[in-house]
């Protein structure tokens, strides 16, 4: 009897075993229509990036905020402010870190406007 | 007794098999139980390329938006390469002529153009101005659906998608200047109209051209083309690689069309696919229409 039930435990943890095979390798979760919060941290970075380097030209405040909003329901200046700590970890050019934190600093006091909704 | 023995046999024996088998099944419901769901693969580092469409679309037009403040192309296509596009060229133009179509809610139509017609132009080569009107970045982005941001923690080896050498912006990069657009006083003519009969093309293509008094090909001018059950808008310009002027609409044959230049007055009715004759046999082809300003 004893030897039946060591035999019933086996056969579980090969089966337990054949299953997380098949979960974690044959099959695993597929991840296709990924959100932008997801993003790696180097990627994060090039479209906070992005961002900087249209608002240096545009100067429009609102439209950058929305724009970094795409990455996260955190402030801008908070999501801008990681990408900033990312580039230096990174070693990114200066140029780069530079229009980065830039709007890192624009974005510290900026606050939705009445009616635009929050970013 | 001999008789009841000898029938149990057979059912001990598959009992033995069947609890082995059950284990093993339980086993397998339990792993895929943790894999699946209890702790399955996490994705916290994804790119680009695993972005959901409407994702891919803000992201292409905030790479477009920003090639048009920096006028850096090969960053700009180091990026666009990111979203594993098969033609980049053509998502850039799709994705423009959408917006423009859809009124350019978001204002990214003119980028995604200038940017498509960048990557048309072969290098070192000039960029034609564009004729699409500018909008300024009024527009509102979708707001995420995304819920609060996941920090990733940086990777060792990160791959920075940026290839292009560091660039410094110290002045915002000028503005194309726009070519001169119809005008009221100068509306556009039909110049031709021809049937097009050529197997290589697809099938109820329809070409139009659109000309300055010059003869100079024209960007960015609309053109409305209705038909029994709807409507369609698209522009000039953007299939660059086939002339700034050029656009193009695939008919559905035995439909009749009636097409406008948007400004020039002209409407253009009974438009449907020709039929053609070939050496495998009747085909359908297409039309040619040339506008031009007198």
Redesign the interface.
Known sequence: MSSRWVRFLLAILCGLALGVLYGWVISPVEYVDTTPDTLRADYRLDYVLMTAEIYHSEQDLDLAARRLALLGSAHPSQIAAEALVTATHLGSPEADRLLVQSLAAALLNWEPSPGGGAP | MNERRSRRRPSLNLG?NL??????????????????ILS??E??????I????D?KD??RA??A??Y???GDLARSQA?LA?LGDPDPLQALSAQAQSAWGAGDPYGSAYALAYLAQALGQPPETPLPSLTPVFHS??A??P?????????????KT?????TAA????QS??PRPSRTPTPTAGAPLQLASQETVCDPALAEGLLQVEVLDAAGQPVAGAGIVINWPDGESRFFTGLKPELGDGYADFLMTPNVAYSLQVTGAGVLVTGLSVPDCQGEGGDFWGGLRLVFRQP
């Open positions: 033995g609890y082995m088998l059950t284990g093993l099944l339980v086993g397998i419901g339990l792993g895929l139980l943790y894999s699946w399955p693969v994705y916290v580092d994804t790119a680009p695993s972005l959901r469409a994702f803000q992201y905030a790479i938006s920003s048009l403040a920096t990026r990111l970045p009024t509102t982005m707001s995420p659906t995304a819920g609060p941001p996941t920090v990733t923690s940086p990777v990160p791959v920075r998608p940026a560091p660039t410094l912006f915002p990069t």
